[in-house]
Structures are given as structure tokens and as C-alpha cells.
């Protein structure tokens, strides 16, 4: 029950903690208290701290550090992992340059939200060979500041990339072999069932391996909570204050971290996170580009899981929509045997799916994408950094210089589930070049939506705004430069 | 980020003044480490147990019971508190009208019902969500709208006027009427609200609050205990933030704290998790404006009658201030010659709405500057223009409509520049002809100006104290009433004390402010931190330095014109002494090493009968000019660019004043856009957190943002080394970003010139581009 923590290479025990413990109260009661809380649901940034993990990149084992929301991540995730946080920094009196640009660019005030900043600070320094405006806004999209306006910050940022440019290492960049073995020695610890008793009784918290022993233990206990990230189970334990009596952690299950690309289509594991899984989405479909960027901060891509974004069935989860235009299926397992269901029949109604009890999601499968085919994807939110959609819209064309147009359509906030828009999708196919396409558009939609109206938008806005994204959809098909303008800027324009 | 130079250099003569510096903020260090201490960091004392309060869930109600068992029961609950076990139940920084915890009746959503106190945070938390109460359920009054049709009010309306608005109206060639809805803002400091008690003995107990009144808590711990004041000792050594949601709000957990602590004789803590902070504090009040104006062809105001209405929540708090001050600014910074401006208190079912950064001011100023956009857009004239000829003057159309004479009016000179270096006028043509390009995108731009009055308007509140204290070893230790959240404060009154000494700023300790060694200080608020406690300390300063300097003159036989403080030595005629030897060497003849210094503020006066007088002993002034890309098929926007012209007088420190104006503009752009409170018809706040409720991030700072401190200029008034108040007024050149969207929606269709509302969401701004009329 071991991580590396901060410039030591000893391991450190976790300790006999409940397993509903977060990283943050761990830390925060082990003195480290350098780290914040600030929401207690990942979305201030206040609580950032930096995970390391062993990758194997060409034969070559490595760490791969990237930042996270300690208050909504499990301490016993941790497990084998090497955790950084503000404290470890700093050699004796020499702070990390990007501690020092912090300093001299002004970049503190009242100094709450300081700590997170320089530990997104310092994995971007860490991760990236050079900079630019959107490097610095998704590395910075989860840290929320109330007094200093960014801007000192954003500058800061830049200047400590002029120190990087001179060539100075940081100590985990000088001592990365040091890490790379003590990490490699804490690989014993395979399989993980933790038990732990609080007096009255006993809380468990699994982490298998391997599929087969996933699928068992669940099997076994189908009422236990399946916890891939936990981005928004864990929102349970820090805002409802409820208490998980039985979690199977999926994310050492080696299987579910695959990436398979094929010819004919790409299979994602369920545990891959969204940083992970990048890559290989913005090369076959360059428009999630911009639409990741937007999908969530920046902390949460490093560590939410696409399979437990879908498992949640958020009606607002963005992902949904995209893989439901995209004609995706998902592979269902439940003790030795699988199933594949078609994406958008996965949800049944409001956070209901049709996963039985010990079933969980294997992977996810698209379709690689065909000549000619364009995914466009839009996003309505009240801002554009680190927001929940209020609308969510894919719409996926096939055979556009042919006579024969194929449009599927996923969108997300307009219903209880991520749903299929049929309806739009008819009136797309007849009328996208013609001018009246806005108010059939609305007419479709409102024939087949009848959305809600809630904190952040109204029924109404959400009829009319997909009308209208349908609309800059086809403008875009036509060539238009309606971009959205979330990514809008003078100097590329 | 570019530090204006012109302003270092601009140092009174003296060469190596640490004032006009851009030092860094003094704990800048420790920030980045994050060793800097906020009260959850502090270790805590053996013992310590948590407070978590129970929230009601009903906005308006009869209290019929409340049942405790459960919670009682739970894992690691030492007692649970209800009202009626509290003696002295009503606090409230005016008029003691707010219930430590809801008694018989609860007036709004998240109300506390109970207190409980367990082992630990979390316990206390999830005992507390035990706690049930019945509750026979109420009407309740949540909108301004409903409260003025029920005439309900927590005051008498204030009138502030001049001349004769009703008949001037009549008689102008043009008139307009009009509503705008202002909405309301949570602070959203980091930190969340925090106390810890620490009873010591002899009923004495010493609380770290974080909080920008440690007096008013002192006096409110005080009050529930029924301890003389001198007992209890209030700490703050600094916020995560502040913005005004720690000038009243603070107070109700530490006397929840102290109550638990004087039953326990052990240290108690409290902290709010974020969505019970959100629940239960105030926030900036949202207002209904009601006008109507009469200008003439040229857009010149003849004259205004406006209806300010403001949320203010169940209870009074700062209320009658916030909308006195709204009234003060309800000009901006414009001479209106015939004008009624009339406030009222809407007493609401929702927390009760406090302080936040311009107090008032932004609301009044944000109406005024929506009737002058919509005045030139009636005319079709340049809004920038009819702006420039509303102006006060200098010398004539300088007297307000509280009859302050304005002597201080730089607006036309900060207009002129920033007009210049923003090259608005190529820019606003730039503008139509993209417009006339672009059938689904459209941009706006506008200019705004700011003058801000500085000044408590509450009278007594304008004083300071400090006591400075200089050790054997030469170095200084400075404590004053003012607090730290961030502002810069420490620093700056640091660098007035360094200066008088002629030491490094480095010498210089500024520590927690304590009720123990400054008494009866006034909140750190209305931006007058470092205008009055820099001048109380400068005055503890002076008191030394006479000491010094008497000694010396005896001891050394010198004149009193050939001692000098500077390069930290002290100059006797043509001999060096290190300061620290001096300062031995004074202690050794019995010098007195440490004094007092107190400052109040001259010059301001005010009836409250007739709300005339000279409120504001100075203005501050800014100006603004934001462009903005509306998608017309959405309603989103991005902001492009923001130029900005800042007066801050003689600046004390510009990297500490440009901090405060790029971070007042981008929270008062947060205000204006995309932060928006809702309720449900019930009452119940539905916005409690960080996922709904949306303050600015990263990618909200535009790409052009240039700000600016306006140069070689001072306070005509003798304030603190001739530097002005820099808290608040940024806030308000974000109205200019507000004003670029009402332009760009009035340049998609020129029909379009009333309906937008704030905030300015991107839903809103959608319906006001699409409004069928």
C-alpha cells in the first residue's frame, strides 16, 4: 500500500486509511497541507497536485507526470504511483523556476489558489518542450483564480519556459532513473483487496489486475461499486457524504488500458483516460481537437476514463453524443462471457443503462472513419474553459460530394439520456445548403426533444441553440468560417 | 504584464524610496510553496472538535420542531446545538437582527437550524445531514419584483436628488424609459469561510477568523458570551480572498466556534464546505433599475429619475450602505442637473446580501451607463461622444447630485489618452465594416469611464490605528488594523514604514492583525486599507522618529537638519551609523522604541436628512474600451481585446496596483457575463457551486489586454505619500465589456436597443439578438 512521495525514493505506506479517503484529506492530514480545498469536486484546481506513472515508451521504462484533482481521487488509487505535491518542489531554499516566475511575474495574491496553479505549472513545464496560448490555457483550464485576473499567471507560465529554454533540469527531471527504479520496485503490488474496519465495519476496497479477476470479483459482488476515476462517483463521498462500503477500482486492470487500432475500426479499453485516448481520436477525427480541449480541465482528461464516462450515463456527458454520431458500440462483459451493444440503445432512461448487475463496460469500438467523412461537434456552456454542457452536438456526414448523404446526429442536454437526434437527422439530409434549414431544424428538434429547463439553460435556449448549431454546421460543410468561437482568435484569423 | 516605468521613477525625489516600488507581495514566497498559512493549515490543538451546520431546506417557515436524536446518535458527535439553547442569539454588524442559528422561523434556503460538533469535519458534516426539522411551510418573497409589489422592506426608501428631474424630463426634446436587471455575484474567494476558538483562561479566548472585521467579531464573540471585550482576542493573519464576503460574514461561525468552546473549555473549528458557504453568506445584491431620462438632440442629459431596487436579503447587514452608495454612483461620471434617485430595500427570503468589491457602486454605475448606450443609440450617435459631452466639468457641471463638488476631475485627460492608445476610433470602423461582412458574427465595441468615491460613507468607520515597534536588533515590527486577503496591504504600508526609516522593506514585519494590539479598528474594506492605515503608520512612525531624533540630537550635539534616515544608516552631520547600531545604541539611553499612530480621515461630512455632503474625501477614476465577437446563431461571444487607463495617484507599489486592476476588471467581467445566480420559485439557491456557477478561467483573459497606471499624476489630496484607493474602482471598467455586447447585439439589428440584462449569458444575449418585436 505504497506511492513515492515527493524527492524521496523510499516508499511511503498509506497507511490503514478508510478507502473512501480522499488524496486530499490524506494529504491535508498528514501535514502536508500545502495542497487546498477549494470545492471538494474538481473544479477550482485548488487541490492540483502531480502523479507520476511507469510507462514503457520503446523498450524504454519512463514516467509519464500529470496533474489531477486530489480532492475527487481515492488515496488507495494511488497505489504505485508517485504523487507530487507543492511541498516537493523546492530544493532547500532554491524554488522551481516555475515557483520563481510565479514570484516575480506577480502571479499570487491572496495565494490560495497558488499552490494548484504551480502544480499545473509544473507539469506543463514538465511535459512540454514549448509553449503557446493554448498549451498554457488547457494546462490551466482546472484552476480557477478569484483575485489576479490570469494574466500574471499566463506570464509567469512563459517565463518559466525562458528557464527551461537555458536548459535548466528540475530535480525529477535529474533524478528520473532514481524514480523510474523505485517505482518499478513498488510493481509487486498486484493485486489489491484492502480491507479496513472502522470500528463498527468493514469498508473493502479491491483493484485487480487482470479481466478475468475483474470479472470475478464482481461476479461475486454485484452490489459493489465499480470505480474507474472517479471524477463523479467520488462527487458521492465529498458532497453527499456518503460512504462506499465495497469499491473494485478498474484501473490497474491492465486489459481495459488498450488502445487497438485496426483497419476497419478502433477498439478503446474502458479504463483509458481521455488524455490517453487523445491521440488516436484527434488523428482520425481532427474536429475533437478543439472539442477535448473543451470536454473537460485538464486534471480531470488526465485521469477520467472514457468507459466511466459512458457507464455514468450523464445526459450530459460529452463523449456520448460524439460516439453515438460516430455509430460506436461498446463491449459488454459479464463473468466469462461478452456481449456488443450499439451505443446509442445503451441508455434506457435517466442514469439507466442497460448494464446488469456485475456487467461492466470492456471497451469501446468506432468505426474508422470513411473518405470524405466529417465529424462537426459543438458545445454550448456558460463558459468555455472546465464547463458542463448545456448542449451537446455531434453531427457526423458521410457521401457529401455524392448524391447519397448519410447524417448521424448524438446530442447531449436535450433529454434525460445522450440521444440520437432522428428527426434532425432527416431534415439535415434534405435541406442543409437550403436557407430555411434554421427554422426545420427547430421544428425537428422540437417534434422530438422536449428538454429541461434548469441552471443552465432554459428549454427554449436549448430548442433554439441546437437550431442554431445545426445551422453553423452546415455553413461549415459549405465553407464557411463560422467556427465556433471558444477557439476564436485575431492573431490566427 | 507591463509595470508602467514611468511610475517607478515617479519617487518624491528620494532615490531609493521603497515607495512607488513594484515590490512583490510579501508572502509571495511562501504562496508559491504553499507554506503560507490559512486557519485549516494551522496544526491543531490537542482536542480540537468541528462544527457543521444543519441547513434549512425550506426559504420561509414556521419552525415546529427539530428533531436532533439521529445526529446526536452519530458516529463522533459530541452535542448538537439549536437556538434556544443560545442566550444571546441576534448578531449583525448594524442592527442585531440575524440569528446565530434560525429560531421559530426560518427566512431563507440553507438557513442554519442547527449547529453540531463531532470529532471531525467530516462527521460533524454527515451528523448534520441527520438533523431534520419540521417546518410549516411559507410564501416566500424571493424576487426583488415580488418584494417591492408586497411593499416588503428592511428600511424606508433613500432619496438622493438634485434640481427637478420630473419637469426637466418633460420639457427635454427626447425621452426614454426603461428597466435593466442587474444580477447579483458571489464572492467565490478560495477559501471558504473558517474560525477556530481557542479558550485559554479566565474566560478569555483567543479565535483565528478569517475575516476583514476582526473587530466586529471581537465585539459579536463579546456580545454572545456576555464576556467583556477585553476578553477575547481576534487573529487574522490573511484570507484566501476576501471581496467583501468576510466584512460581516465571517462573524456567525466564530460565535458559533466560542459558544461551543465556552461549553467544552476545548478548542473548536469551523469551515464551510463551498456549497454550504454558498447557501448560507450573502452576495453582491442584485437590483432592478426603473428610469427615465429627457436629453436633448445631442444626447445631453436634462435630467433622470431612476428607481434603484435592491435584494438585500432577509436581514439588513451593510445593506442601507450598499444602497446609499449605488445612489452616490448613479451618476458615474456624468453631471446630470435635474436627477431623482430613489433606493429601496427589498427585505427578500434568500441569505441576506452583503458587502462585495464597489459595494453598490458598480450596480448604480452599471444603470447609468446602460441609459448613456442607450441614449446615443437612439440618436444613432457615437455612444463614446455623447458620453464625452455628459462629462463633469472642472470648473462649472461639477456638483454632484449629493452636492459633493468634484476638484479632482482628470476624466476628460483619462478619456483623451486611453481614446488614443486604444485607437478606438480606426477600430470602431474596422468594426462596421466587418459587421457589414458578416451576416452571423458580429462585433462590438464601447468605452466606459469610471470615477469611484472613496471613503466609508458611514462616517466614524473612516479611522485607523498602528502600532509600529522597532526591536534591539534593529529590526521593525508593524501591526495595524487593516487585513491581509491578498490585496497587497501589508506590503504597501511596509514600504511607508521602510521609507520613513530610510531601512530596507525587508526590515520590516508586518504580522497578523490582532484585536490585541490595535483596538476598535474598522473593516478592510471600501478600498481605504492602505489610505488609512498607511497614515496611521506613517504617524507611529513619525512619533519614533521624533524619539530618535531628539536622542540624537542630545546625544551626538548635532542640529535636527543634519540627521537623516536613509540607506539604513542614521546620517549625524557627516557621520554613518548602521541603523541597527543606532537603534542599540537609543535603546541603551532609554529611547522609546515603539509607538501608536492614529489617522481620520479629514474633510468629509454628510446629512443623512437631506443625503447631502461631501461623503467622499477624494475620487478615483478609470476608464475602459472593450471589443467583443457575438455568434448570432448562439448567443456566444468571446472577448477580443480590453485597453485599459488607471488612476491610482502617485502609486505606492504599480506591480501590486496593476494586480488589483487586472484582477478587479476580470471579477467584475465575471459579474457581468457569465456569473449568474439562480433560485427556484421556491426560494432555494440552485447555483451552490463551482460546476453551475461559472467565474472567469484561464481562456476568459482576452488576447489584447493592455492596462495601464495613468502617469505623473497624485491625489490632489494629501493621502498617503499622494497615492490613491485601488480595491474597488477596476471593478467597474468591466462595465465597458457588458457595453461591447449591448453594441454588438445593437449593430446586428440597430432596433435593437434595449433588453439586454446582466449578466450577459450567452442564453441571454441569444434571446436579446433574437427578440421578436
Keep these: 500500500m505504497s506511492i513515492l512521495l515527493n524527492q524521496s525514493y523510499v516508499p511511503f505506506d498509506l497507511g490503514e486509511i478508510n478507502p473512501n479517503t480522499t488524496v486530499l484529506e490524506w494529504l491535508r492530514s498528514n501535514q502536508l497541507v500545502g495542497t487546498k480545498e477549494g470545492c471538494a469536486s474538481g473544479d477550482c484546481g485548488a487541490c492540483t497536485a502531480v502523479v507520476g506513472e511507469l510507462v514503457n515508451i520503446n523498450n524504454k521504462d519512463l514516467i509519464q507526470y500529470k496533474s489531477i484533482n486530489t480532492c475527487i481521487a481515492l488515496a488507495y488509487t494511488l497505489i504505485g504511483k508517485h504523487l507530487i505535491t507543492v511541498e516537493g518542489l523546492s530544493e532547500g531554499e532554491d524554488l522551481h523556476p516555475v515557483q520563481k516566475s510565479m514570484i516575480t511575474e506577480n502571479g499570487s495574491q491572496c495565494g490560495f489558489c497558488t499552490p494548484g496553479f504551480v502544480m499545473s505549472l509544473f507539469a506543463l513545464y514538465h511535459n512540454e518542450k514549448s509553449l503557446d496560448s493554448t498549451k498554457i490555457n488547457d494546462a490551466l483550464s482546472g484552476n480557477l483564480c478569484r483575485c489576479t485576473g490570469y494574466k500574471p499567471i499566463i506570464s509567469a507560465a512563459y517565463k518559466s519556459f525562458r528557464e527551461k529554454e537555458k536548459g535548466q533540469l528540475d530535480f525529477y527531471e535529474r533524478n528520473q532513473s532514481e524514480f523510474v527504479e523505485a517505482l518499478n520496485g513498488l510493481k509487486n503490488q498486484k493485486n489489491i483487496n484492502l480491507r479496513f474496519n472502522d470500528g463498527n465495519k468493514t469498508l473493502l476496497f479491491d483493484a485487480p489486475s487482470n479481466l478475468n479477476d475483474l470479472s470475478e470479483l464482481l461476479s461475486e459482488n454485484p452490489s459493489a461499486n465499480i470505480l474507474a476515476a472517479g471524477t463523479d462517483l467520488n462527487l458521492e463521498i465529498t458532497q453527499s457524504k456518503n460512504e462506499f462500503s465495497h469499491i473494485v477500482s478498474v484501473n490497474r486492470v491492465s486489459e481495459l488500458k488498450q488502445i487497438n487500432e485496426q483497419d476497419s475500426e478502433i477498439e478503446i479499453g474502458a479504463a483509458v483516460s481521455y488524455e490517453e485516448a487523445k491521440s488516436v481520436l484527434v488523428k482520425n477525427w481532427p474536429d475533437l481537437d478543439s472539442f477535448l480541449e473543451r470536454f473537460a480541465s485538464l486534471p480531470i482528461k488526465n485521469w477520467a476514463t472514457i468507459g466511466g464516462n459512458i457507464a455514468n450515463a450523464s445526459p450530459i456527458g460529452d463523449m456520448a453524443p460524439v460516439l453515438i454520431a460516430l455509430e460506436s458500440k461498446l463491449k459488454l462483459r459479464k463473468g466469462v462471457s461478452s456481449r456488443i451493444i450499439v451505443l446509442e440503445d445503451f441508455f434506457v432512461s435517466y442514469k439507466k443503462t442497460l448494464l446488469e448487475p456485475s456487467e461492466f463496460i470492456e471497451s469501446i469500438v468506432i468505426p474508422m472513419p470513411s473518405n470524405g467523412e466529417r465529424l462537426i461537434t459543438h458545445k454550448i456552456s456558460k463558459r468555455y474553459e472546465d464547463d458542463i454542457s448545456a448542449v451537446c452536438m455531434a453531427i457526423n456526414v458521410k457521401g457529401i460530394e455524392s448524391s447519397s448523404l448519410s447524417v448521424k446526429i448524438g446530442m447531449g442536454g436535450m433529454s434525460g439520456i445522450p440521444q440520437r437526434a432522428t428527426e434532425l437527422e432527416k431534415v439535415f439530409k434534405e435541406s442543409w445548403a437550403k436557407d430555411e434549414l434554421l427554422e426545420a431544424a427547430y421544428e425537428a428538434l422540437n417534434r422530438e426533444f422536449s428538454p429541461f429547463t434548469d441552471v443552465r439553460a432554459s428549454a427554449e435556449y436549448r430548442l433554439k441553440v441546437s437550431a442554431g448549431l445545426a445551422k453553423k454546421s452546415s455553413l461549415m460543410l459549405q465553407g464557411y468560417a463560422v467556427e465556433d468561437l471558444a477557439h476564436f482568435s485575431e492573431s490566427k484569423s | ?773
Design chain 2, 1 to 773: 504584464m507591463g509595470v508602467n516605468i514611468s511610475q517607478k521613477a515617479q519617487n518624491l525625489g528620494q532615490t531609493k524610496s521603497p515607495v512607488g516600488l513594484p515590490l512583490q507581495h510579501d508572502s509571495a514566497r511562501m504562496h508559491v510553496q504553499g507554506s503560507a498559512q490559512y486557519i485549516d493549515d494551522i496544526a491543531e490543538p490537542n482536542g480540537t472538535l468541528h462544527v457543521a451546520f444543519a441547513l434549512s431546506n425550506v426559504a420561509h417557515g414556521k419552525i415546529q420542531s427539530i428533531n436532533v436524536d439521529d445526529a446526536k446518535k452519530a458516529q463522533g458527535v459530541h452535542s448538537v446545538l439549536i437556538a434556544e439553547e443560545i442566550e444571546h442569539l441576534l448578531i449583525g454588524p448594524i442592527r442585531h437582527d440575524e440569528p446565530i442559528l434560525a429560531s421559530k422561523e426560518v427566512l431563507f434556503f440553507g438557513q442554519a437550524i442547527a449547529a453540531v460538533l463531532a470529532d471531525s469535519h467530516d462527521l460533524a458534516k454527515k451528523a448534520a445531514l441527520l438533523v431534520s426539522a419540521e417546518i410549516e411551510e411559507l410564501k416566500p418573497i424571493v424576487t426583488i419584483q415580488q418584494a417591492m409589489k408586497a411593499k416588503s422592506f428592511l428600511d424606508d426608501p433613500i432619496v438622493v436628488s438634485s434640481g427637478d428631474s420630473k419637469s426637466a424630463i418633460k420639457s427635454a426634446s427626447n425621452q426614454l424609459t426603461g428597466s435593466l436587471e442587474i444580477g447579483g455575484q458571489e464572492h467565490y474567494y478560495l477559501e471558504g469561510q473558517v474560525a477556530i476558538s481557542i479558550p485559554t483562561e479566565d474566560n478569555e479566548m483567543v479565535i483565528h477568523s478569517s475575516t476583514q472585521n476582526p473587530t466586529e467579531v471581537q465585539h459579536l464573540v463579546s456580545h454572545v458570551l456576555n464576556v467583556p471585550q477585553n476578553a477575547i482576542e481576534v487573529v487574522t493573519r490573511r484570507m484566501g480572498g476576501g471581496f467583501g464576503g468576510k466584512e460581516t460574514d465571517a462573524s456567525q461561525l466564530a460565535c458559533v466556534c466560542a459558544i461551543f468552546s465556552e461549553k467544552t473549555k476545548r478548542p473548536v473549528k469551523a469551515r464551510l464546505s463551498r456549497k454550504d458557504d454558498m447557501l448560507l453568506t450573502g452576495k453582491r445584491h442584485d437590483f432592478v433599475a426603473n428610469y427615465e431620462v429627457g436629453f436633448d438632440d445631442q444626447g445631453l442629459i436634462k435630467g433622470i429619475t431612476m428607481d434603484l431596487a435592491a435584494r438585500c436579503g432577509y436581514s439588513l447587514d451593510l445593506s442601507m450602505a450598499i444602497v446609499s452608495r449605488a445612489l452616490f454612483h448613479s451618476d458615474n461620471a456624468y453631471f446630470i442637473p435635474n436627477a431623482t434617485f430613489t433606493g429601496y430595500l427589498c427585505k427578500t427570503n434568500t441569505a441576506s446580501n452583503t458587502a462585495f468589491r464597489g459595494f453598490g457602486g458598480p450596480q448604480g454605475m452599471l444603470a447609468i451607463e446602460n441609459i448613456v448606450e442607450e441614449i446615443a443609440n437612439t440618436l444613432g450617435l457615437d455612444p463614446l461622444e455623447v458620453r464625452r459631452s455628459n462629462f463633469y466639468q472642472k470648473n462649472e457641471n461639477n456638483v454632484t447630485p449629493y452636492s459633493q463638488v468634484i476638484e479632482d476631475n482628470i476624466i476628460s485627460e483619462i478619456t483623451d489618452e486611453l481614446i488614443s492608445d486604444s485607437n478606438y476610433h480606426s477600430r470602431r470602423k474596422e468594426i462596421d465594416k466587418f459587421n457589414k461582412d458578416n451576416r452571423y458574427l458580429k462585433k462590438g465595441l464601447a468605452f466606459s469611464p469610471v470615477k469611484f468615491g472613496i471613503s466609508f460613507t458611514t462616517q466614524f468607520l473612516n479611522q485607523a490605528g498602528a502600532l509600529v515597534s522597532i526591536y534591539k536588533d534593529g529590526s521593525i515590527h508593524l501591526n495595524h488594523g487593516g487585513t491581509e486577503m491578498g490585496q497587497g496591504l501589508f506590503i504597501k504600508v511596509a514600504q511607508v514604514v521602510a521609507n520613513e526609516f530610510g531601512v530596507d522593506v525587508s526590515r520590516v514585519k508586518v504580522s497578523a492583525t490582532s484585536t490585541a494590539k490595535v483596538p476598535n479598528t474598522s473593516p478592510t474594506a471600501a478600498s481605504s486599507g492602505s489610505d488609512l492605515n498607511g497614515m496611521a503608520a506613517r504617524e507611529a512612525c513619525l512619533r519614533i522618529k521624533s524619539n530618535l531624533i531628539n536622542f540624537a540630537k542630545e546625544y551626538f550635539d548635532a542640529s535636527e537638519s543634519a540627521i537623516k534616515f536613509e540607506d539604513s544608516t542614521i546620517l549625524v552631520d557627516k557621520k554613518q551609523i548602521p541603523f541597527d547600531e543606532f537603534i542599540s545604541l537609543a535603546y541603551l539611553n532609554r529611547v522609546e522604541l515603539f509607538s501608536n499612530g492614529f489617522y481620520k480621515t479629514p474633510k468629509i461630512h454628510f446629512d443623512p436628512a437631506t443625503q447631502k455632503g461631501r461623503p467622499f474625501f477624494y475620487y478615483s477614476y478609470g476608464a475602459c474600451v472593450s471589443e467583443v465577437i457575438v455568434d448570432c446563431l448562439t448567443g456566444e461571444y468571446k472577448l477580443l481585446a480590453v485597453d485599459i487607463l488607471h488612476d491610482v495617484g502617485a502609486s505606492l507599489n504599480p506591480a501590486i496596483d496593476i494586480g488589483q486592476i487586472v484582477g478587479g476588471y476580470i471579477q467584475g467581467m465575471g459579474w457581468l457575463c457569465s456569473e449568474e445566480l439562480k433560485w427556484n420559485d421556491s426560494g432555494a439557491l440552485l447555483t451552490t457551486g463551482a460546476s453551475t456557477y461559472k467565474i472567469p478561467a484561464i481562456g476568459d483573459t482576452p488576447e489584447r489586454f493592455e492596462v495601464k497606471i495613468k502617469p505623473h499624476i497624485s491625489n490632489h489630496e494629501n493621502t498617503i505619500h499622494k497615492s490613491k484607493a485601488v480595491g474597488e474602482p477596476p471593478l467597474m471598467l468591466a462595465i465597458s465589456t457588458w457595453l461591447s455586447i449591448k453594441n454588438a447585439i445593437f449593430n446586428a439589428n440597430n432596433e435593437n436597443i434595449s433588453g439586454l440584462n446582466a449578466p450577459a449569458s450567452f442564453e441571454q444575449v441569444f434571446f436579446s439578438l433574437n427578440k421578436s418585436s
